[in-house]
């Protein structure tokens, strides 16, 4: 910290403790100044929530509880905004970034149902909608992709940049090219090695296992576009008839 000219905030310094092994006793303390650290379990570095399993849950129910809290401010003053204005609200704005944010972690399914839950509240409210209302011709109309089809486009954008080598070089350890044990026709194209689910699950056994899965059910056209505009055109179009024209 001191070397990068950095000062910590005893005030709002935490100590996360992450147990590699359960049997592995943790009851430790840290002294900073005059301040003492004892483990918790979970802690906030740069808005985002940390729990001791990586799992986000914290982060997850917080960040919901906030979009839900902005539904219902923006729900009052609904009757005096247009479907644009509503559409481009600050609060609205908020929203979206709200479940961005949520679905650059890749949450567990179980969590992602009372997203798409906010989600589909949203585009009621803005097209003024009663509970009940088929959100599907919604999203259409708002070109707006499900919960789990935004996941798959963060995680399939991030595996471009990967390859085309404009994304960080840490990440090239967690995809590896696929290479038929004969000469087949797929040798040519772009696929990736989807390894054995063995071990342990980790955030980047995540990555390495399910986005390999992803890529390789990609129509060959996007992957071979030619530049990060294009693809992230095409890989839309793809989920978004996927998810929702297809249902």
């Known amino acids: 910290m001191r070397e ?6 005893l005030a709002k310094s935490e100590l996360l403790v992450i147990p590699a092994c359960p049997s592995i006793n943790y009851n430790l303390t840290v002294q900073l100044s005059s301040t003492t650290l004892k483990p918790t379990r979970t802690a906030r570095n740069l808005g985002v929530i940390l729990d001791d399993n990586l799992s986000f849950t914290d982060h997850i129910s917080t960040t919901a509880w906030s979009c839900r809290f902005i539904l219902y401010n923006i729900k009052k003053i609904r009757p005096y905004l247009t479907e644009q204005a509503t559409d481009t609200s600050p609060g609205s704005c908020y929203l979206k970034t709200g479940l961005l ?3 650059t972690f890749g949450p567990p399914s179980s969590s992602i149902k009372p997203l798409q839950m ?3 509240a949203a585009a009621r409210l803005i097209f003024n909608q009663p509970k009940r209302t088929h959100v ?6 708002l070109h707006w992709l499900p919960v789990a089809a935004c996941i798959k486009f963060k995680a399939l954008m991030l595996t471009y940049k990967t390859l085309s080598g404009t994304a960080p070089s840490y990440l090239n350890s967690l995809l590896m090219a696929y290479v038929p044990s004969r000469n087949l026709r797929s040798i040519s194209g ?3 090695l989807v390894p054995t689910q063995r071990g342990a699950r980790s955030l980047s056994r995540t990555f390495t296992l399910t986005v390999p899965q992803w890529w390789n059910e ?3 056209s996007t992957w071979t576009a030619e530049s990060l505009t294009i693809f992230k ?4 179009t793809h989920l978004f008839h996927e998810h929702l024209t297809n249902s």
């Open 4 to 9: 990068h000219h950095l000062k910590l905030n």
């Open 101 to 103: 944010q949520l679905t």
């Open 118 to 120: 906010i989600q589909n």
């Open 136 to 141: 599907t011709p919604l999203f259409i109309s």
């Open 190 to 192: 772009q696929r990736l």
């Open 218 to 220: 990609l129509p060959t």
């Open 233 to 236: 055109k095409q890989l839309k």
